[in-house]
């Protein structure tokens, strides 16, 4: 099999390194063995995107929308295609593989619009015949750094908005789906993009990403808190620009007066889908006392009918996780929670499939207090633990006893504590009576606390990140 490349300065590169990228729900189906940049790699593709991106900016509007316009138009021309790409190597089922690129080509949709749109403002002056006008400016070259969870979705909402506004840039995706990323590479030179303006470096954060921090102008990441932190004191010594998001410990309150259907699907899909390997996922389930009993027996019946399996595979609900060191992660969790001396009342089982994968099913616990590391630590897998409280208020304060601030559900038919929730949730993401899970492409996306720092994503508040604005004072 061809070693895939980086694609620098609009040329796929080899290099002396290289990693194998492997299907999570088949060990056996190589995808494909990709180049690992080295450091001076990494300086050759800031280079070419320093070189291009006055080109870039001094574009048209309607040249960069026109570009990202394409963009849109391919992906969702072949979604099935590169979704199944997805579903194979991230290990999500076909349905979600599938969502995913369709919701790239609306991220690249939405920016293609953006791209004519953003701008600055006239304002008067406070002193006679002196008029004020405010305009956005790229930043230059900016370091994306992405994950494995989302690998198309999120590369398109920092990609995308990036090229929109002018700048030029350097993506570094995760090394467990490199496939994804070069596909989408492939799509954006096909769509126009010049030589230079996107490039693409495979390699790990130890080496691939600290050279990228040492070139750019402003970094993007997606990932880990730990990595979150160790990218922001990579800015520091240059003053970069710097937007984290870096995860959730996500509460999902249910109220006695909620309807149990809903609280159930919503707990269900919040917590479980996608192999919870989402930031927003609801892995802390808080239920007051009336209706605890029967909402934890109704949604380990549902559980019980989830079937976990091959991604690609008919009537697979949920896929594997994504490698064996994170089978390993939520395995040792389930440990430390009987450990704290939680009940495991569901799952947690590691599950024979006709094909080697890393699967699990997903597990529950109950008898759980806000103390626990379950309840404290991010987990990132099919792993939820219940919490019971007395009333609304005890509920809503346990929901925010977390060093995290992502995403926050309730469940209610009250529009008071509804209302009240939505205004004291401690979390950039609010959800009333729906999983905290699924966001719209248009909206803004971020957290607060231990969740995110810097501007928000996705939206038109994307721009703030992407630009820097300049203010200029005209005499007449």
Known sequence: MDTQKNFIGGEWVGSR???DSVNPSDTSDLLGSFAQADAQQVRDAVAAARAAQPGWA?????????????????????REEIGQLVSREAGKTRAEGIGEVVRASQVFGFFAGEAVRYGGENLPSVRPHIGVQTSREALGVVGLIT??????AIAAWKIAPALAFGNALVLKPSEETPAVAAELFRVLQHSGVPAGVANLVHGSGAVAGAALADGVDALSFTGSVATGHKVAQAAVPRLLRVQLEMGGKNPFVVLDDADLDVAVE???????????????????????????DRFVAALRDRMRKLHVGHALADGTDIGPVINQRQLDKVREYIAIGQQ????????????ERPTRGFFLSPALFVDTHNAMRINREEVFGPFATVQQARDYDEALHLANDTDFGLSAGICTQSHRHATHF?????????????????????????????S???PREQGSYAVDFYTTTKTAYIGH
């Open 452 to 454: 995110s720092h810097g």
């Open 17 to 19: 390194q290289t990693l």
């Open 58 to 78: 001094g574009a048209t509007t309607q040249l960069r929308s026109d570009v990202l316009q394409r963009a849109a138009q391919t992906l969702s021309a072949r």
């Open 147 to 152: 994950p494995w969870n989302f690998p198309i």
């Open 340 to 351: 704290e001396g939680a009940r495991l009342c569901e799952g947690g089982e590691v599950l």
């Open 266 to 292: 919503c707990a269900l899909n919040g917590a479980f889908f996608s192999a919870g390997q989402r930031c927003t996922a609801s892995s802390r389930l808080i239920v007051t006392a009336g209706i605890h």
């Open 422 to 450: 939505r205004l004291n949730a401690k979390s950039g993401l609010v959800m009333v009576n729906l999983p905290t899970a699924g966001l719209d492409y248009h909206v803004p996306f971020g957290g607060t606390k231990g």
